[in-house]
């Protein structure tokens, strides 16, 4: 472990991947590895890119990918997709669009899914990350989909939320609905070669407008960069928008904030785990059974059993 590590700080691609495949496999060596990886995180700008289905997070992506190299930024990519059970054909399509960038040692690009694991990517994602901050990367760039119904949210992965929207999808009403605009730091209007632009634009500077958040308002009101991200148009505006988000995050304690927040939401995932664990231990041991069967015929109130229970879990 201690070798691959090293390599791994070192910004080495398979020992990263490695790394990574442990923290989806819940590896029994993962708390010496993140004892190990500690000190060599809370370097890297993680920036979310979520939004509706086909909007062209991953063209953005990959153009950020390009743009953000082309700085001499060193890039990965985080690709989660919560719903699938498994690397399904939409994550292998993303990889496929992302290939232009397979030989550059600089870029890392990675797709995650659940697996019907318990807790999920909620609780694998932050891992994953801190592996590639660890590595050195200086933007991590986590893609997801399904907006609204995910059990992994972005919002509390990131630094910076980039909400890509285009035009024609209805995406305005649905992402209002999904609670997206509110926790939006930039907004991508991509698809800019299509009809209807500029009805999506006055949308959302309406909803920000009412919402508080339009320039004059709040502290930080999200720009809407507008891209054609399969020509990597608009390319610049967007990386200047991400720095300028992190210089603001920087500026104040904004940036504590949000990682204490994603750190405590880390925190509660690992231990509800060992928590959920220890509790299948128990069951599988026929221990909640034979509770069941004590409150049924009345020699235990239902109280008094999880009580048992919870002396059984501690231990
Ligand atoms: N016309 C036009 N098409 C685009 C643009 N950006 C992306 N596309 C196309 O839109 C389709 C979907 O793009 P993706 O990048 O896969 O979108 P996505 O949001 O990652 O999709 P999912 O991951 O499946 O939710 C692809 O066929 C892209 O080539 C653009 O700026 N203009
Ligand atoms: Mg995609």
């Not at 708390?31 to 995180?41: G, I």
């Not at 009101?221 to 988000?245: C, D, K, M, N, Y």
Request: hydrophobic fraction near 45%; aromatic fraction near 2%; charge should be neutral.
């Amino acid at each position: 472990l201690q070798d691959i590590v090293a390599r791994a700080l070192d910004g080495e691609s398979r020992a990263i991947a490695k790394l990574i495949s442990m923290v989806e496999h819940a590896d029994p060596r993962l708390p010496k590895m993140a004892e190990m990886l500690n000190r060599h995180v809370g370097r890297a700008h993680v920036v979310g890119l979520t939004g509706p289905p086909g909007v062209g997070k991953s063209t953005t992506t990959s153009m950020l990918i390009s743009a953000l190299r082309g700085a001499g930024r060193r890039v990965a990519v985080l690709a989660v997709d919560p719903s699938s059970p498994y690397t399904g054909g939409a994550l292998l399509g993303d990889r496929v669009r992302m290939i232009d960038h397979g030989n550059d040692s600089d870029v890392f690009i990675r797709s995650m899914a659940s697996r019907g694991q318990l807790g999920g990517l909620a609780w694998a994602a932050p891992q994953a990350i801190r592996i590639l901050d660890a590595a050195g990367f200086d933007v991590v760039l986590v893609e997801t989909v399904g907006v609204g119904q995910s059990e992994i949210d972005v919002v509390t992965l990131s630094d910076t939320t980039v909400v890509v929207m285009a035009p024609g999808m209805g995406d305005g009403i649905q992402a209002a609905k999904a609670g997206v605009l509110e926790v939006a730091d930039v907004f991508v209007v991509n698809k800019a070669d299509r009809e209807g632009v500029g009805l999506l634009q006055r949308d959302l500077q309406n909803m920000l407008a009412t919402s508080g958040r339009s320039p004059g308002h709040a502290c930080w009101s999200p720009p809407i960069v507008t891209t054609v991200a399969s020509r990597r148009q608009g390319a610049p505006e967007l990386v200047a928008a991400l720095s300028e988000h992190l210089a603001w995050l920087r500026a104040g304690d904004e940036i504590l904030q949000r990682r204490a927040h994603r750190a405590a939401s880390e925190v509660e995932g690992i231990a509800m785990r060992a928590l959920q664990n220890r509790l299948n231990d128990i069951r599988n041991a026929g221990r909640v059974d034979s509770l069941a069967r004590q409150v049924v015929d009345g020699s235990l109130d239902p109280f008094s059993a999880a009580s048992a229970l919870l002396d059984d879990i501690r231990g």
